[in-house]
């Protein structure tokens, strides 16, 4: 029987194997280790497309429905199923694709489909604690769907642990520091030789937190200060009937643009009316035609990738310029990393005051050794200054951003093999 660790992530899905070694799992891109988490029912074919696939399907036809960021919708209890095309599609539909395909993408390897499978999940999908129980629920019964018998779950600071215990000569200490997507996961645990390789290592596990800060909300942050003027944030439009009312662009149009998952929400009857109002009398009518065209021609999601992709450049730049053309959007937005340190500057807040929380929670428990940093957002050079400024420059340590928790998921199947 074959077993795995994979990391159900909500930008991407990586798989590993009990010697830590991680996958292939779509190499059809540049980076084949990572298996985009995204979906794309065209409007024309009953295909589903999952992975590099559907983003290639979409960008060639928009014209369906684009799914991106399930994984943060795993604890909604509001969010059950949707429609698309005349079929009900649950949450733990959506999610068991993405799985069997992965799953499929490991048997090319093995020679047959891993059975078993230790599965991350967050130190803490929401603090509400009946929609964390439910939010680990849906992902298990999509893993069962998906075709795995054997099912076990891991917090994702601790799979990070096992991925960097795995180079250490000595015991140590450790404040491991996973940023995903959607959270922020953190857990105080002992590692070391003398642990490394016990199968059950919850007793060397001090403390452990979560918040719900990731690299979708820094890119919002982007978003909400740069960009939403260019889409009408501060505009005025005038009411069909009423020649004399003019009101501002609501706030929670506004919002939905924040995320992309969010954003494809907006295309309702009722906001379709809205922006053709603004169509008609905005103000200032280029902002009108770039928020229609944004929300009706499915653009949230390349618009996003440029944002993305600006952040990651102001991760080693000193500043950088989000070019966007698309329809009757222009933007060639100039950012430096110091405005986006000032625009993420709540959220930093926000990581310290969980990371001091997690400390006062575990005092007295001895000096902590090292800093595991792991995920897209430890590359960020202010959220790794927060814990240098912290800790100290010789404590912090980073490994590969994108795959620690997927090695250490794969090191912790090791057991489910015996």
């Known amino acids: 029987m074959h077993v795995c660790g994979l990391d159900f992530g909500?930008?991407?899905?990586?798989?590993?194997?009990?010697?830590?070694?991680?996958?292939?799992?779509?190499?059809?891109?540049?980076?084949?280790?990572?298996?985009?988490?995204?979906?794309?029912?065209?409007?024309?074919?009953?295909?589903?497309?999952?992975?590099?696939?559907?983003?290639?399907?979409?960008?060639?036809?928009?014209?369906?429905?684009?799914?991106?960021?399930?994984?943060?919708?795993?604890?909604?209890?509001?969010?059950?199923?949707?429609q698309v095309h005349g079929r009900t599609w649950t949450i733990e539909d959506l999610v068991a694709i993405l799985l069997r395909r992965v799953r499929e993408a490991m048997a090319a390897h093995l020679g047959s489909a891993p059975e078993a499978v230790v599965l991350g999940r967050p130190a803490v999908f929401t603090e509400d604690a009946e929609a964390d129980a439910l939010a680990e629920q849906r992902l298990r019964?999509?893993?069962?769907?998906?075709?795995?018998?054997?099912?076990?779950?891991?917090?994702?600071?601790?799979?990070?642990?096992?991925?960097?215990?795995?180079?250490?000569?000595?015991?140590e200490l450790v404040l491991v520091a996973d940023f995903g997507a959607g959270t922020t996961d953190l857990t105080l645990m002992r590692l070391g030789p003398s642990r490394r390789g016990q199968p059950d290592r919850r007793p060397d596990v001090v403390g452990s937190t979560g918040v719900r800060i990731g690299g979708d909300r820094f890119d919002a942050e982007i978003m909400r200060h740069k960009l939403l003027p260019r889409f009408g944030a501060g505009t005025t439009y005038r009411v069909r009937g009423l020649s004399d009312k003019r009101l501002k662009v609501p706030q929670h149009v506004m919002a939905k643009l924040l995320s992309w998952h969010e954003m494809s929400f907006i295309r309702e009857k009722s906001t379709q009316e809205l922006m053709e109002m603004m169509?008609?009398?905005?103000?200032?009518?280029?902002?009108?035609?770039?928020?229609?065209?944004?929300?009706?021609?499915?653009?949230?999601?390349?618009?996003?990738?440029?944002?993305?992709?600006?952040?990651?450049?102001?991760?080693?730049?000193?500043?950088?310029?989000?070019?966007?053309?698309?329809?009757?959007?222009?933007?060639?937005?100039r950012i430096t990393r110091a405005e986006f340190e000032s625009f993420s500057q709540p959220l930093l807040t926000e990581l310290d005051q969980c990371t001091q929380g997690?400390?006062?929670?575990?005092?007295?428990?001895?000096?902590?050794?090292?800093?595991?940093?792991?995920?897209?957002?430890?590359?960020?050079?202010?959220?790794?200054?927060?814990?240098?400024?912290?800790?100290?420059?010789?404590?912090?340590?980073?490994?590969?951003?994108?795959?620690?928790?997927?090695?250490?998921?794969?090191?912790?199947?090791?057991?489910?093999s015996g």
């Open 279 to 333: 169509l008609e009398s905005s103000d200032q009518p280029e902002t009108a035609e770039a928020l229609y065209d944004l929300v009706m021609e499915n653009l949230g999601y390349r618009l996003f990738r440029a944002i993305e992709a600006v952040k990651v450049r102001l991760s080693q730049e000193p500043e950088a310029t989000l070019d966007f053309e698309e329809a009757r959007i222009t933007l060639h937005e």
């Open 10 to 82: 909500t930008s991407n899905t990586a798989a590993a194997l009990p010697d830590g070694t991680v996958l292939p799992i779509a190499p059809e891109t540049r980076e084949q280790r990572l298996f985009r988490s995204v979906l794309f029912f065209p409007e024309d074919e009953r295909t589903v497309y999952a992975g590099a696939p559907a983003i290639a399907r979409y960008l060639e036809d928009n014209a369906g429905r684009f799914i991106q960021s399930v994984k943060s919708f795993l604890h909604s209890r509001s969010f059950r199923a949707t």
């Open 141 to 171: 019964k999509a893993a069962e769907l998906a075709g795995f018998t054997r099912i076990q779950f891991l917090i994702e600071p601790i799979a990070a642990a096992l991925a960097y215990e795995a180079q250490l000569s000595r015991d």
């Open 358 to 416: 997690l400390l006062d929670r575990c005092a007295g428990v001895g000096e902590i050794d090292a800093v595991f940093l792991t995920g897209g957002s430890s590359q960020i050079p202010a959220v790794r200054q927060l814990y240098v400024q912290r800790f100290g420059e010789d404590r912090v340590r980073t490994a590969d951003a994108f795959t620690s928790v997927a090695e250490g998921l794969g090191r912790a199947s090791a057991a489910l």
